[in-house]
């Protein structure tokens, strides 16, 4: 028990950054570096947007005393079978006042191409790394699409409420992809489904995206309905295109006309199974301005 607890409290002090190096000629000699590190060697995944095409990274350091400045080193391939590079991606370097133990570094990514993935590999470069710190992270990057407001069109959930309400569509610059801005907000305000005790507001998703195929059907991105599971507040229910499943096809979320879209979406609740319209029409419909 005593060895137990003896790991835990050297645990406890590498988690506060109180790094030592260990010395064969000296026992519990300090570490008089500066120990450089990042936050954790794989990173969230970020959309950029393709006006500004930047993010930051943060890095840290474990040694607060004097000035110190570094570079760090970008590796981009495309997310594709052929990890093919994208060269043209840049990565400042970092630079700590006296007394700062957080710095951040900027990472340009302009030369991507909007819809597609970009995997990126960020390196620490020198030797003056923490003790446990890590000088490498990776994280995937996509530029966001330009959305250009084409005007109020309507949304109905007939699965949800059954009501009719305009909202604001967008549309994405130069692809056939759509996005619905809360089509749920006004819903759940006026509580006109038949759930009752369902309803919670803080799961709702803020918009609803869709796309037309390469084979002309249509699909979406997951999405919430602020609606929970009665027989658990934590579960909310997603509406999922049928392609999140194994056998089911995209057959009824089509073009209805070249103003009306109808979704057939899977609802369901993680773990614990739903309600699968993935094979009706008039579900979800949504009309363009």
């Known amino acids: 028990m005593k060895y137990l607890n003896k790991i835990t409290i050297l645990l406890s002090f590498l988690a506060l950054g109180l790094f030592t190096a260990c010395d064969d000629e000296q026992k519990g000699a300090e570490y008089t570096g500066q120990g450089v590190t990042f936050s954790s060697s794989s990173l969230t995944s970020v959309v950029v947007s393709p006006n500004d095409p930047t993010f930051t990274v943060d890095i840290f350091r474990t040694n607060a005393s004097g000035s110190l400045s570094g570079n760090v080193s970008i590796t981009a391939t495309l997310a594709d079978k ?78 949800s409420s059954g009501v009719t309400y305009d909202v604001d569509i967008y549309k994405a610059e130069g692809f056939d992809r759509y996005r619905v801005m809360d089509p749920y907000t006004e819903s759940l305000k006026n509580d006109d489904g038949e759930f009752g005790n369902w309803i919670s507001l803080g799961t ?66 993680a773990g614990l199974g739903g309600w699968n319209y993935t094979k009706a029409n008039g579900v979800i419909v949504i009309t363009l301005p």
């Open 82 to 159: 052929n990890k093919t590079p994208l060269p043209g991606c840049t990565v400042s370097g970092y630079s700590f006042g006296d007394g700062e133990t957080k710095s951040a570094v900027t990472v340009n990514v302009d030369p991507l191409a909007i819809g597609v993935e970009l995997n990126v590999t960020l390196n620490i470069e020198g030797d003056d790394i923490a003790v446990s710190g890590t000088n490498k992270t990776a994280l995937v990057v996509s530029k966001d699409y330009n959305w250009q407001l084409l005007g109020k069109g309507t949304y109905t959930d007939n699965w």
């Open 204 to 269: 709702v998703t803020p918009n609803v995206t869709f796309w037309t195929t390469t084979d002309g059907m249509v699909s979406f991105t997951p999405f919430s309905m602020g609606l929970n599971y009665e027989g658990d507040s934590s579960q909310a229910i997603y509406a999922y295109p049928p392609s999140a499943f194994q056998g089911l096809p995209l057959t009824f979320n089509k073009w209805v006309d070249d103003k009306t879209v109808q979704l057939a979406p899977y609802y369901y609740i």
